[in-house]
């Protein structure tokens, strides 16, 4: 018998119905289609629309889409994780609200924010309380409302976003499937070119900082991409050396979806061919810690027990990450 794992029994998601497309943002702001679809690869983003609806919105529908899939009862939950950068306030944590909207409160629930990384960060830490045998049934959602934080009226940012939902089952595994292995990294010195200037404690919200457009997205695209394209492929190689993948034993490479250039490059270090590769990018944009999870739902029914997966991305902070999965079904 193996030791205990953490697999994944299960994926949900949810993207809301609206679709901004590249020809209306053409309106928006002084953009087109063929500079962002050569530039980035999307073609069009969901938004999140509604009077008063947030990402634990979105949470809800992942989940409950995963519940309904897996016949799993909102009270069989015991722990569940929100990765986000865009909660629905500062405090209390989404994933505590998700919970109540799901009707599974009194369990252990907590966010954890590490931008577009945070889908991996939530599933390591998750994968421990399976491990050491705390729990037996653990939810992790990577979710954001990037409309919430984005000025519609910078060409820079606007093009790149969008919303989404994405949770997984994480249930004990003694078959030697599940996750294996992940390599975390971060460097706060990499904060001044992709983040959020006001709102924090650094800087609390004022009439200044809104009437100049401080609550939304900074991003220093160029320098952002030098750095997502030299990590996610370093921590992509890393994991595959650790654990003596050649490309040939991969199935499959989940990479965060923040520029179609930069899945190329990582999936060009690792020497994983294009049909290997799960892209979404150019139907939901980048929907930060949406991404991974989304692309999951999306390929679960070509998944095979036993499938190789490397699931790697890279965000603000900065922060990247690769993490090794066996599937288990
Ligand atoms: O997920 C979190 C991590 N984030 C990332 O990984 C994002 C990394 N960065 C990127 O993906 C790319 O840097 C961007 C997609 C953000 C930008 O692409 P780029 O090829 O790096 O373009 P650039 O910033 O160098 O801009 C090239 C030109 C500039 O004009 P000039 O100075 O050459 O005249 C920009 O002003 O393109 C201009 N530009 C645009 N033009 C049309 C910038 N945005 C747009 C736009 N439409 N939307």
Not at 32 to 54: F, S
Not at 130 to 135: A, D, K, P, R, V
Not at 136 to 149: F, N, P, Q, R, Y
């Amino acid at each position: 018998m193996h030791k205990t794992l953490a697999a994944i029994t299960g994926v949900g998601g949810y993207v809301p119905e609206y679709r901004l497309t590249n020809a209306e943002l053409e309106k928006m702001v002084d953009t087109n289609d063929e500079w962002i679809m050569t530039r980035t690869g999307i073609k069009e983003r969901r938004i999140l629309k509604g009077e008063g609806l947030a990402t634990s919105d979105m949470c809800v529908h992942a989940v409950r889409n995963l519940l309904q899939k897996t016949g799993n009862k909102a009270t069989d939950i015991e722990m569940l994780i929100v990765a986000t950068t865009t909660p629905d306030h500062q405090f209390p944590a989404t994933a505590n609200i998700t919970c109540d909207k799901l009707g599974c409160n009194h369990i252990l629930s907590f966010d954890i924010s590490a931008a577009c990384s945070g889908f991996l960060y939530a599933l390591t830490t998750a994968s421990k309380f399976i491990e050491t045998g705390t729990f037996k049934k653990v939810v992790v959602v990577g979710a954001d409302k990037m409309s919430s934080i984005i000025n519609y009226q910078d060409r820079t940012t606007c093009v790149i976003f969008g919303d989404g939902a994405g949770a997984v089952l994480l249930e004990p595994n003694n078959d030697g499937l599940g996750l294996i292995d992940s390599v975390l990294k971060t460097d706060g010195s990499g904060r001044f070119y992709l983040h959020q200037k006001a709102g924090g404690s650094a800087k609390p919200a004022s009439h200044e900082t809104v009437d100049s457009l401080e609550h939304s997205v900074y991003q220093e695209g160029k320098t952002v991409f030098k750095f997502a394209v030299k990590n996610m492929a370093d921590v992509a190689e890393e994991i595959m050396k650790r654990n003596n993948l050649s490309s040939d034993d991969i199935s499959w490479l989940v990479p965060h979806q923040a520029n179609l250039r930069i899945i190329d490059a990582t999936a060009e270090r690792m020497g994983i061919p294009r049909e290997k590769v799960m892209i979404n990018i150019e139907k939901y944009g980048n929907t930060t810690a949406g991404t991974l999870p989304l692309c999951l739902w999306e390929w679960e029914p070509q998944l095979k027990k036993g499938d190789n997966i490397v699931l790697a991305a890279f965000g603000g902070g900065f922060t990247w990450g690769a993490t090794y999965i066996k599937w288990a079904y």
